[in-house]
């Protein structure tokens, strides 16, 4: 081993460096180590071929579970080897650099030798790891595949002719020619042999029948379902504050909102409980995946929190969090794409097969981005639980723009429609599209003595404008000037350095303000003020909740996707007659004016009543906590789209009609003694039916008469008999895909019938048709919920 030679004590010291006796204990047990590993594959790893690398692996191979832990043994025990001699190696070469200067070259070969020592065993341990990854797939198929190929049933590996399964043999022939397109395939067992398409469309995916040959107690996945248990209301928000996680502007910034509103959370949930009385309810298992936060889609948000951006989006998911989580529901929430598809159970690849396991969550709360980011990772799967999911969807998706096939065929396709979803799955921020559900926000609720403080506490010439970026003052020199006649004008714009030149210096500008100062301004200011932009945020109510009169402007022609660029690609046709529809139409003075901000006359007249006008602060029961949990509580109780019965045929008719005309003969009611729909939410016995003028839509058809327009309730109007009902002459009826049917045509005197429930809508008109519109009641302050849906 060691040679007698001029240089032989180089020799002897250079192998007492290299081969010290504990680097040789390491590397002995190592090695024997492995050896036994190796062998106690028992026989696993077939005879050694010519030019078959030491660590290849026949595909032959055989083992189970048990094979798969000996291999992730061999590679962790490597890696722990490759640890403890990186620690060796550092130590050696701090005392060899020490004696470099002495030792000369000599320190450089000893250097190199445990450098290339290192590099051997870090390359056997990833050699190990990566076989340990191969056996794991190749066992995953070889263990399903041995007992038919040992008992000669490759026979049975035909694509079966099954007309309960007529595409089977189509996925075949695509599985044949694209089985390698995603590696995700090749984690199902899938090796290009026809047993394993058809065990892969079979068990994992459902396109062709159970292969009989095979166990089919073995490949029934989904597991027993936990025992339900009773959600509890929570008051304590310090775990969801966890929850939430770190590191954006935009969760610090929801969080901090979250926790100033804790004390009013728990004191909406004391109020929630005794109303609901001894009422179960069900602990629902909930992702909330907020999409736009994600890196991938971009994230603009987040950089601008701090720079005035707009934080209405942040605002009303802060708030659902905080509704769930108070509600008693089991919550995970994900930021990023690797976090949602950790939870969702992706496979590896490229998004083409269903997920790995049962979904393990019963509702998902995500936004647009979030069901692109789904959709594109879930296969299949995204469309056996699309039902589960929620969308929040700030300006609402309506039935025309929702259905594929509709929206290309009659051109309402846009970026963001086109989901088949059921049109209640969208939920926005403010109750403008009834065929939609209202999620919402809160606003801070102020009890009598805080309400008399701000009251006393009022400066009757103070003005604030709503806008906190530079551009909104743009061209609105003219308004100031007015305004400033007769009131002190106060701005929250951002800027860095300079002061914006859009902002007048007549403006007292407070820079961006955090949320509870800019709270403590609208408290002392009489008036809140908008020029037209941002469209239905969440700032004007809070200005109302705190005292203040909010001025607005009446837009003519009304703002939509057909002239105005803002909505345009929005899936809505819904027009904007002002820049905060909601505080119009359900608020009004003497708490909101809404003027032609073209006519300065009308313009300084408002302002001139406004001083005079005396108000107290005001905000509606829907957007106080106690609101938001009732309205979320019912939905979660009632809403169900994955077992909701399809509806009647179009035209069929019912044994015994369930309504009745009024007694002024204006409208359809149900009948009292009349059995209800089961299942139905809201009850239907709360429908009112009506038949709207042509040219109007079932939305403002039902607000004429005080009541809303329920898109839950077409199926029981799409009938022949509730036109006869109505006392309507229907010289024909026709079914067909529209959706402003069910409807009476003038001239031609036709009843058309929806063909696709997907397509009833409250939305939509037309001069040519008379609608046939579902009303309902509603609680006071609660335009979601009917008088009984609770």
């Known amino acids: 081993m060691i040679t007698v030679n001029p240089d032989g004590k180089i020799m002897v010291r250079r192998c007492l460096v290299t081969l ?91 250097l190199s030798a445990g450098t290339g020592l290192m590099e051997r065993i870090q390359t056997i341990a990833q050699n190990v790891s990566d076989i340990a990854v191969k056996v794991d797939q190749i066992l995953r198929h070889s263990l399903l595949l041995h007992s038919k190929v040992s008992e000669g049933r490759r026979d049975q590996c035909e694509a079966p002719s099954d007309p309960k399964f007529p595409d089977c043999s189509g996925k075949v022939e695509w599985m044949r020619a694209r089985w ?79 926790k100033r509103f804790t004390a009013q959370w728990a004191l909406a949930a004391q109020r929630l409980a005794q109303k609901l009385g001894g009422v179960r309810r069900d602990q629902k298992q909930i992702l909330v995946h907020i999409g736009f936060l994600t890196e991938e889609s971009g994230d603009v948000f987040s950089p601008r929190v701090l720079k005035g951006g707009p934080l209405g989006e942040m605002v009303q998911w802060a708030d659902i969090l905080a509704a769930l989580y108070v509600l008693g529901h ?104 009834p065929d939609n559900s209202f999620m919402g926000f809160v606003s801070e609720e102020l009890n009598e003595t805080e309400k008399q403080l701000i009251k006393d506490g009022k400066a009757s010439n103070m003005a604030v404008v709503y806008g906190k970026e530079a551009s909104i003052w743009k061209g609105k020199e003219k308004f100031l000037s007015i305004l400033n006649k007769y009131m002190e004008v106060h701005g929250t714009v951002y800027y860095e350095s300079q002061r914006p030149p859009e902002v007048p210096a007549f403006v007292k500008n407070h820079g961006l303000l955090p949320q509870p100062e800019f709270q403590q301004l609208l408290r002392k200011a009489k008036l809140f003020i908008g020029f037209g932009f941002p469209y239905e945020g969440p700032a004007p109510l809070e200005a109302i909740a705190n005292g203040c009169v909010f001025l607005q402007s009446r837009f003519s022609p009304p703002h939509s996707s057909l002239n105005h660029e803002f909505f345009r690609g929005k899936p809505t046709s819904r027009e904007v007659f002002s820049q905060h529809p909601y505080a119009e139409n359900f608020i009004g003075k003497p708490h909101v004016w809404t003027v032609d901000y073209n006519n300065s006359e009308e313009f300084e007249a408002a302002i001139q009543a406004i001083m005079t006008t005396q108000v107290d602060p005001y905000l509606p029961y829907e957007y106080t906590c106690e609101g938001m949990l009732e309205r979320i509580h019912a939905y979660i109780q009632h809403q169900d789209f994955c077992a909701s019965p399809g509806p009647a045929p179009p035209g069929a008719r019912a044994p015994q ?68 009902k109505l006392q309507v002459p229907c010289d024909g009826i026709e079914s067909e895909m529209n959706h402003l049917y069910p409807a009476f045509a003038q001239p031609g005197q036709e009843c058309f019938l929806q063909k696709e429930p997907l397509l009833f809508s409250c939305a939509g008109s037309s001069t040519k048709y008379r609608r046939l519109c579902p009303c309902r009641d509603f609680r006071k302050g609660q335009v979601a919920l009917c008088q009984d849906c609770l």
């Open 20 to 110: 010290r006796p504990f680097r040789l204990f390491v590397l002995g047990t190592g090695f024997f180590s492995l050896c036994f590993l190796m062998t106690s594959l028992g026989g696993q790893f077939s005879a050694r071929r010519p030019g078959d690398s030491p660590f290849t692996i026949r595909t032959e191979v055989m083992g189970g579970p048990e094979s798969r832990g000996v291999l992730r043994k061999m590679s962790d025990l490597l890696e722990l080897m490759v640890k403890r001699m990186d620690t060796l190696a550092r130590l050696e070469n701090s005392s060899e650099l020490h004696r470099a200067a002495s030792d000369g070259h000599f320190a450089v070969d000893r």
């Open 180 to 258: 390698t397109s995603d590696p995700c395939y090749a984690f199902f067992g899938v090796d290009g042999t026809e047993c394993s398409f058809l065990i892969y469309l079979s068990e994992v995916e459902w396109f062709c029948p159970p292969l009989p040959w095979r166990n089919q107690t073995a490949t029934q996945r989904a597991p027993k379902p936990l025992p339900k248990v009773q959600a509890v209301f929570r008051s304590n928000l310090s775990h969801l504050l966890e929850l939430m996680g770190s590191g954006k502007e935009s969760l610090i910034f929801m969080k901090k909102r979250t």
């Open 330 to 433: 089991g919550l995970r929430i994900t930021v990023s794409l690797k976090e949602l598809q950790s939870n969702l159970g992706v496979p590896p690849g490229r998004g083409n097969c269903p997920l790995t396991m049962p979904l393990p969550f019963d509702l998902i709360y995500t936004d647009y981005h979030g069901l692109q980011q789904m959709k594109q990772h879930m296969g299949l799967s995204f469309r056996k639980y699309r039902c589960r999911i929620r969308v929040i969807d700030t300006f609402g998706t309506e039935p025309a723009y929702n259905h594929e096939e509709y929206a290309t065929l009659h051109g309402y396709r846009t970026n963001w429609g086109y989901w088949n979803l059921n049109p209640k799955q969208f939920m926005t921020m403010f109750p403008h599209t």
């Open 657 to 724: 009609s369930p309504f009745i005309l009024a007694p002024n003969a204006t409208h359809l009611e149900w009948t009292r003694n009349a059995s209800l729909a089961p299942g139905a939410w809201p009850p239907a016995h709360s429908l009112r039916a009506w038949l709207a003028a042509a040219g109007r839509a079932c939305t403002d058809a039902c607000l004429d008469h005080g009541l809303i327009c329920e898109p839950s309730f077409f199926p029981f109007l799409n009938s022949q008999d509730a036109f006869q």
